[in-house]
């Protein structure tokens, strides 16, 4: 049995079709083609999936997607704009805060959904509210000072 799904994501009314076992994550790849967001585990503990579902930061790989129904979805793609990257993205970039870039597209949703929450954080902020993100490549303290540069141009803005 398959069902239809209307919700918005990244700001665009979309309607797919699904089954209803089917995960969020593998609706936005392979139904809607929005392929940032990656599986690493497949059981929520590495955070490579995550998007924001109506603000709140979840990792799509355990979410159905029939849940999206009326729902407001973020992701990567979402981020920059048609010509210009997101501030967190260029930080990203400025910083040297990636690798191989598997977790990086979860870390950037993450680290943009806690600077709408605490556009000034801590350090020990960033470190808490990234806890749920992976990365097997870098060390953390590149990204964190690539967040921490975004939100001070993001607060200067």
Not at 70 to 93: K, W, Y
Not at 133 to 155: F, H, P
Request: with cysteine.
């Amino acid at each position: 049995m398959s069902i239809s799904v209307s919700t918005t994501v990244n700001g665009d009314a979309v309607d797919f079709i699904c089954n209803p076992e089917e995960s969020l994550l593998d609706a936005l790849r392979g139904r809607l083609g929005l392929t940032g967001s990656k599986e690493g585990c497949g059981t929520g503990d590495c955070g490579a999936c995550s998007v924001t579902l109506n603000g709140r930061l979840v990792c799509s790989c355990l979410v159905l997607a029939v849940e999206a129904e009326g729902a407001e979805i973020g992701t990567v793609e979402g981020l920059a704009s048609a010509d210009r990257l997101h501030p967190l993205q260029q930080a990203f970039l400025d910083h040297a805060a990636l690798q191989c870039g598997v977790c990086t597209p979860g870390i950037l949703v993450a680290a943009k959904a806690l600077l709408e929450k605490n556009p000034d954080p801590s350090d020990e902020d960033v470190r808490y509210w990234l806890a749920g993100n992976l990365c097997r490549c870098t060390g953390y303290d590149k990204i964190v000072r690539a967040v921490q540069s975004a939100a001070a141009q993001m607060r200067s803005a």
